[in-house]
């Protein structure tokens, strides 16, 4: 990635954004749907473009957090000016923090976007950098799937009990607060709070899956936080009963998405048995014998993952870079076509 002077940045705004037009036919708009996009960390990001009674609406998710909405400053056919803040983490390092405080220019051709911002450093607001993104559009949803009718395959254990064997850091760089023990697969780091970002790593399977049905139990302190990641880019939230992270971003909950139906989660420091269910990007999801999300369809990726491309396998993901956590009984049944 190249240094751009101000004035190079203002000259590719003109030339990458033409005028701005009226919203297209949603049967013929280049622009709806959802797009996968890779930062250059190689974290997710995620955009949607959509009809809301008819107005054109535009959300974002950015490595972490939960999808926004955007504002819209100006579109044409193929071309959009987006305004929102960011300020992010590359690679989750925290003595390095980006600013975007200029507009995102995204731009479709076909099934491919071209999305264009520009950040700095937050302690050198005047060293701009231009990057451009390159993203392409996730697939219509699947009708939702009956579950009645799928095949799955034998049980098949994810976790020896005895060490990580079968299992990898996300980021080799982070400090590993991942053992085994009795039978428990144990993350313990010094973070209490919910912040985004921590120094300790996630751990996530070396195999990949598609669709599959996979249970487990959890065990997470009062006041604990971390999360299951299906595919390496939905999060199964993981606190306690009386958290204050509630709704959509409580226990049961598909974090940022799909609020559970209700808490049936149990008080920090007891075990917890999760039933998940991935099929056709639809989710099911029973917390402790109550069925929380009952297939419902999986919109895009979640922040804090390793992908939000919803067309590729990925792993079985545990948040490591929150709270300390236990998990065990760690089982997973292949979907068979």
């Keep these: 990635m190249m240094l751009f002077h101000r004035a190079f940045y203002t000259l590719l705004v003109l030339v990458f954004i033409t005028p701005s037009l009226s919203a297209a036919d949603p049967l013929d708009d280049p ?14 990001a ?9 107005e054109f609406k535009a959300e974002l998710l950015w490595s972490v957090g939960s999808a926004k909405p955007t504002k819209i400053l100006k579109r044409s056919e193929s071309s959009i000016t987006l305004e929102r803040k960011i300020r992010w983490k590359p690679f989750g390092e925290s003595d390095n923090t980006q600013v975007v405080t200029q507009p995102l220019k995204a ?47 034998d049980s098949k254990s994810l976790f020896n009990g005895r060490n990580l064997e079968g299992w990898q850091l996300t980021n080799k760089k982070k400090t590993n607060g991942w053992r085994a023990e ?22 996530c399977t070396i195999e990949d899956f598609e669709d599959f049905q996979l249970t487990l139990e959890y065990n997470v302190p009062k006041g604990g936080n971390s999360g299951v990641y299906l595919r390496g880019m939905y999060e199964a939230q993981v606190v306690d009963r009386d958290s204050r992270m509630q709704g959509i ?39 402790n014998g109550k069925t929380v999300i009952d297939n419902q369809p999986l919109l895009g990726c979640t922040g804090g993952g390793i992908s939000s ?3 590729k396998p990925g792993p079985i993901f545990f948040q490591g870079d929150h709270t300390s956590v236990q998990y065990r009984n760690i089982n997973i049944r292949k979907r068979i076509k």
Aim: cysteine-free; glycine content about 10%.
């Design 182 to 203: 009795g039978g428990v697969l144990i993350n313990e780091t010094p973070k209490q709070t919910f912040a985004a970002y921590g120094d300790y790593g996630n751990l």
């Design 31 to 44: 622009l709806l749907g959802s797009w996968s996009l890779k930062l250059p960390d190689g974290n997710p």
């Design 107 to 153: 731009k479709v051709d076909g099934d491919k976007l071209t999305l264009v911002f520009v950040q700095s450093p937050l302690d050198k607001p005047t060293k701009l950098e231009v990057v451009a993104l390159t993203g392409k559009r996730m697939p219509p949803m699947p009708a939702a799937p009956d579950l009645s009718k799928v095949k799955f395959s």
């Design 249 to 287: 971003q409580g226990p049961g909950a598909l974090f940022g998405r799909i609020i559970p139906k209700k808490n049936a989660g149990r008080e920090g420091g007891q075990w917890n048995r999760y039933d998940l269910t991935l099929v056709d990007r639809h989710i099911t999801i029973t917390l």
């Design 46 to 54: 995620w955009l949607r473009f959509y009809l809301d009674e008819d």
């Design 309 to 311: 491309d919803d067309t």
